[in-house]
């Protein structure tokens, strides 16, 4: 990503005046826009019945003012006005993005609004200040003072007023996108700041009241590509506006990361944290913490968008974090992950469990322009024949089949097995919701919330990039490009879940934790002291587990030296038949010979605790004979 000299707002729109698009630019994005709605929107009738609403009528209505004779109406409100359409869907895939000079826009202010809970209300404190800056310029406006009033509106108004334009599918995931972006906001969504500047009225470290102004500045950025842009093989689920300005925040708050990125020199870690990869410094954070007497893994995945080593490398660096950190206890934390690849995040969740991970499904809606997609794609071969069918019975829906296909699964080893917990919030998205999903559908253990939802996104993401590789070219090739990059995106395929909850639609309801964290002021301004406290406890009561094999192959036995904890047996299976069973009665477990084994392909072995399977270790044939395996 690129940055142009920030200027002033007001700079910025006397020099990006309104009036680009000419009529014929309009109609095409009102006409591209009802066809996707239509014939390609995974979620119309569930959003609409939901919600509602009519955003097809509501484009026909724009389309016919379009036709009509005489000047056209203003461009703002013409943008305003698609804006409004798709954010009724309340969905984060599904966007309007309008054109350059705005899509490329950031509006900002020099810090970031941190939340927390005090007293039984929300405060505000100013978060961290741009990276290299000493200290931001005045003498009590510092990080950590608290905000109490925006334009002398109370500063909790103001932000659930800013929360009314987000549409997000639950009220906790509007109010976090509105808190997480008060002061750096994308123009490419919506209209710009109604104010040149704003007057905050803020408590210092002394407890005075005071008054600060401060202007908007607009930095004009080329966004990197993120998400998919037109190829078809790699299923992405993602908050489109969220993933467009994460790269500039991450260059302004934490531009360390980006320089080991760039540099292939790894960000320093500090005294407890584990280094990663540079490739990966923008995508994970692990590190050791101790709270509640015991040392436990922190693992933050802060994005499933994988980088060029693509979705292999990136589920091999998690895998490799996860054997850098202890083993009695582990959270993996997706709070403010916004999506990427689909199929990165359930492979993650399968080196975390010892049962078999089953994936959530996705369906198409079952429309003509849809079908023609499936026939014309063979990595949507497995929908078609649900889609011929549908079309003929009146189905609304294809077949529900799986992005992640269980023989990917099945590489995947297990490389965790103490115990386990997620922590979300109402900012995780898509593919993180996805990941949530997984976690509580197949058992892998509980889920802690920051807030009472995740953001609710279960969908599939094309833009209009992918809708234009989606055809071969013909006279009656349905997708147009849009004027000055504009952009549509939808959800192209619904996602629903399993196990317990099987069937039931990932969008809008979201993924519920098992128990709730209150941010406070400590979490602010001490690195999540008391959340990792909770956490802790959390962990407590769960059980440590080993399962540590040594085998050793002569004259076609197999013996096998076991260290367990938390295992009271083990079943021995050798090439797809089960050979032996240890049992653990205590003390040191005797050494398992498994005779007439010929040359075995692999050896599996399930550690049980009681009747539930708890470990699995796989040995493979290689040419240095039977190894461990410990990554894809």
């Known amino acids: 990503m690129t940055e142009a000299r920030a200027v002033t707002l007001p700079e910025f729109l006397e020099a990006n005046e309104i009036g680009r698009l000419s009529v014929e630019d309009r109609r095409l994005i009102v006409q591209q826009a009802l066809l996707v709605l239509e014939q390609n929107y995974a979620l119309l009738p569930f959003k609409t019945a939901r919600y509602g609403i009519n955003p097809v009528q509501r484009l026909r209505v724009m389309q016919a003012r379009l036709g009509r004779p005489g000047p056209p109406e203003s461009e703002w409100r013409f943008h305003a006005e698609l804006v409004d359409i798709f954010n009724s869907l309340r969905d984060l895939h599904t966007r309007y993005t309008l054109p350059r000079p705005f899509s490329d826009a950031v509006a900002r202010l020099p810090f970031l609004l ?24 005045h003498e009590t406006f510092r990080f950590g003072v608290e905000l109490t009033h925006w334009n002398g509106v109370p500063i909790d108004r103001a932000v659930e007023r800013h929360a009314e334009r987000f549409p997000g599918a639950n009220p906790a995931a509007r109010h976090a996108r509105a808190v997480e972006r008060f002061t750096v906001r994308s123009l490419a969504f919506g209209p710009p700041p109604d104010e040149d500047w704003v007057t905050l009225r803020y408590l210092d470290h002394d407890g005075e009241a005071r008054f600060i102004q401060l202007t908007w500045d607009v930095s004009s950025i080329v966004p990197e590509t993120s998400g998919p842009n037109g190829q078809l093989e790699t299923p992405f689920g993602y908050d489109v506006e969220g993933l467009r300005v994460a790269r500039l925040r991450t260059e302004l708050f934490a531009p360390e990361f980006i320089a080991a990125e760039e540099s292939g020199e790894p960000a320093d870690p500090g005294p407890e944290g584990i280094t990663v990869t540079p490739e990966m410094a923008t995508v994970f954070e692990a590190r050791r913490v101790t709270a509640a007497n015991r040392v436990f893994g922190h693992l933050r995945i802060r994005t499933f968008v994988p980088t060029a080593s693509g979705v292999e490398g990136f589920v091999r660096e998690f895998i490799r974090l996860l054997g850098e950190l202890p083993s009695d206890g582990l959270i993996v934390d997706i709070r403010g992950n916004l999506g990427g690849a689909i199929v990165a995040s359930e492979l993650c969740l399968q080196a975390l469990t010892a049962r078999a991970v089953e994936p959530e499904p996705a369906q198409f809606a079952a429309t003509l322009l849809n079908l023609r997609i499936c026939r014309a794609n063979d990595v949507m071969a497995e929908w078609l024949p649900s889609m011929e069918q549908a079309l003929e019975t009146g189905a609304p829906y294809s077949a529900a089949i799986p992005f992640t296909p269980p023989e990917a699964l099945a590489e995947i080893p297990q490389s965790y097995f103490g115990p386990v917990i997620l922590l979300t919030d109402a900012r995780c998205y898509s ?40 055809l071969p070219s013909a006279d009656d090739f349905p997708f147009r490009p ?36 209150i941010i406070t002021r400590q979490d602010v301004l001490n690195n999540d002291a008391d959340l990792m406290a909770t956490a802790a406890a959390l962990l407590g009561k769960g059980e440590p587990r080993r399962l540590q094999i040594a085998l050793a192959e002569l004259d076609g036995e197999l013996t096998l030296t076991f260290e367990v904890l938390g295992v009271d047996r083990a079943d021995v299976i050798v090439d797809g038949r089960p050979r032996a069973t240890a049992d653990f009665g205590g003390g040191i477990p005797a050494p398992v010979r498994v005779p007439n084994t010929g040359t075995p392909r692999t050896v599996r072995i399930e550690g049980y605790d009681g009747r539930e399977l708890v470990a699995v270790r796989t040995f493979v044939r290689t040419a240095e004979g039977l190894e461990l395996r410990t990554t894809i």
Do not use: M
């Open 114 to 137: 941190k939340e927390f809970t005090e007293d039984n209300r929300r405060r505000y404190l100013v978060g961290r200040r741009i990276a290299g800056q000493a200290e931001l310029p």
């Open 431 to 470: 593919a993180a919701d996805i990941f949530a999903a997984g976690f509580q559908d197949n058992q892998i253990g509980p889920i802690l919330g920051i807030d009472g939802n995740t953001g609710a996104g279960g969908g599939n993401v094309w833009r209009t990039a992918n809708l234009l590789g989606s």
């Open 482 to 517: 849009l004027p000055n990059s504009a952009d549509l995106s939808l959800v192209i395929r619904r996602l629903l879940r399993v196990g317990a909850h099987a069937g039931t639609p990932l969008e809008d309801f979201g993924v519920i934790p098992d128990e709730r964290h």
